[in-house]
Each structure stands twice: as C-alpha cells, then as structure tokens.
C-alpha cells in the first residue's frame, strides 16, 4: 500500500515565477493538508482540502492556492514567488478529523 | 493564540543517555501527537495521547499528556544513535478536530555512538 506521495522532489525557481507542487494521498484516504516547513522549524498549516473544497486555512496570503481532483490528489500553487518561500512543502493526508500520515515533502529553493 | 513551544531545541548526548523533551502550552488540547523527522523526510507519526495524565510506551519511548492536557513529554531510555532526528509535537487547531495541527518548533536530537 502505497503512502503519500509528492512531486517533485526538489525544486528551483527565480523570484516572481510561479511554481506547482503535486500530492497524491494514501489510499483511503480521502483529505490532503498542506504544510510549510522552513528550516529548524516545525510546520505550519496552510490549508485543507475535502471534498474538492477549502475547508480550512492557515495564515498564508493569497498567492498560495490549491485544488483537489475527484481522486482526492491534490495540488498547491504559489504565485509571484519570494525569497521566503524557500522552504520543504509538505502534504499530510487523512480522513477527515483523523490522523493525518505526511509525505517526504517537496523542498523549494526560490533564488 | 494556541501555542506549542517545545524545549529544548537542541540535545546532543551520548548513547545510553536518558532524556525528556517537552511540549508546552497555555492552551487545552483534546489531544497530542508526537512525531519523529529524519533529514529529506516528512514527520512519521509515533503516537497521539488523548485523555489527561495518560501514558503510551512504545519500546524505549514514553509518552506522557499532563492531567491539564496541557502539557506533554517524551522520555526516552538508552538512546541509540538510530534515534537522531527532529522530534515534533503537535495538536489539533480549535476546540475540535478540524484537521488543521499546531506544531511545535521542534526538538533536534543527535545521539553519538
């Protein structure tokens, strides 16, 4: 049984560019939780997804946005990237209100 | 504001050593995940503590929610080098489990043959 799975691995992008990172959950599991991790620092919650809607959000502006597909993978877009944003994304995956299982998370370097 | 502060940030002992780690907070939690992270991976969920004062052992490992459920620790007995890594609390966001989780800053650990 496959776990969560994230792609890509690793990432480069230049400031201001625009950049797409791809989850697929557990199977079963039917919730898929974003987080940012910067370096020596636990994760922060930036938003979840079920039932292809937003159910929740973290204190994140707008240039960070999802999408969940019917086969409950989803994605997390970042526009008009910063410097900041270098960091590894992680994708947590679930059923709804239970334990949520990570995946090894994709890191991004903005230059 | 709900808040984890985990201490201490960093432990570097060597193996055979005990040690603790704590997760602290001014706010009740319905419950408390622990998890471990290893360098280029995501947090692997060790255990979840849900009722006040109630203790989980998992091999060398104790885990403990204060009777407040507040507060949590980690104790760990003879560490092994095969037990480094990135130690992180968590709880759920809200007087109920909505799925969004608090973490802690965390707690690195390097245990030395």
């Known amino acids: 049984d496959a776990g969560v799975t994230q792609s890509p691995t690793h990432l480069i992008k230049t400031r201001g560019q625009q950049v797409t990172l791809r989850c697929s959950p557990k199977?079963?599991?039917?919730?898929v939780s974003w987080y940012q991790q910067a370096l020596g620092q636990g994760p922060q919650f930036i938003f979840q997804?079920?039932?292809?809607?937003?159910?929740q959000r973290g204190n994140f502006p707008d240039r960070f946005s999802g999408h969940q597909f019917p086969n409950y993978s989803s994605e997390l877009n970042v526009n008009a990237l910063l410097l900041g944003d270098s960091a590894l994304y992680l994708c947590?995956?679930?059923?709804?209100?239970?334990?949520?299982?990570f995946g090894p998370g994709t890191r991004l370097t903005v230059t | 504001t709900q808040l984890l502060e985990q201490s201490p940030q960093f432990l570097s002992i060597q193996e055979g050593e005990n040690l603790t780690v704590y997760c602290n907070s001014s706010s009740v939690f319905s419950s408390l995940q622990w998890y471990r992270q290893e360098p280029g991976e995501g947090p692997v969920l060790l255990v979840t503590?849900?009722?006040?004062?109630e203790v989980k052992k998992l091999k060398r490992l104790t885990f403990q929610f204060g009777d407040a459920r507040k507060d949590s620790s980690l104790h760990i007995t003879a560490a092994q080098p095969g037990d480094t890594g990135l130690y992180l609390c968590a709880g759920p966001y809200g007087s109920s489990n909505t799925g969004k989780l608090i973490f802690g800053q965390g707690t690195t650990l390097q245990v030395k043959p």
């Open positions: 199977s079963g599991h039917d919730t």
């Open positions: 503590v849900v009722t006040g004062g």
């Open positions: 947590a995956s679930s059923l709804v209100r239970h334990e949520q299982y």
């Open positions: 997804y079920y039932e292809e809607e937003e159910r």
